[in-house]
Nanobody, 123 residues
Framework: VQLQASGGGLAQPGGSLRLSCSVS????????VGWFRQASGKEREGVAC????????YYAASVKGRFTISRDNAKNTVYLQMSNLNTEDTAIYYC?????????????????WGQGTQVTVSS
């Protein structure tokens, strides 16, 4: 099982970035996948997640309306479209596979993590 996050970089406030999470060893209709972030000196927090099966989506309050999570089962890829970025979105972003039942934005429910991609929002 592997998850590979990519697409991070430098964006200006108000700008956009799209992150990709390429997965292997499992299919996206079997497990929920979430995006998380960890800013320097802060705990890892859930950003968005997409369920298996029908693919219901969930968002943290801080990103709702600005970020969109989606998945392409054929490409085994989960995306995080981030718009109207602000400096508080600066963090390392990780994707992960949910292993335990519960709130899909709760990091301890995840065991398989990708390596992370840096997102920096700065003017």
């Amino acid at each position: 099982v592997q998850l590979q996050a990519s697409g991070g970089g430098l964006a200006q406030p108000g700008g956009s970035l799209r992150l990709s999470c390429s997965v292997s060893g499992f299919t996206l209709d079997e497990y929920p996948v979430g995006w998380f972030r960890q800013a320097s000196g802060k705990e890892r927090e859930g950003v968005a997640c997409v369920g298996y099966g029908g693919g219901d989506t969930y968002y943290a309050a801080s990103v709702k309306g600005r970020f969109t999570i989606s998945r392409d089962n054929a490409k085994n890829t989960v995306y995080l479209q981030m718009s109207n970025l602000n400096t508080e979105d600066t963090a390392i972003y990780y994707c992960a596979r949910q292993e335990l039942h519960g709130d899909c934005l709760f990091p301890p429910l995840y065991k398989m993590w990708g390596q992370g991609t840096q997102v920096t929002v700065s003017s």
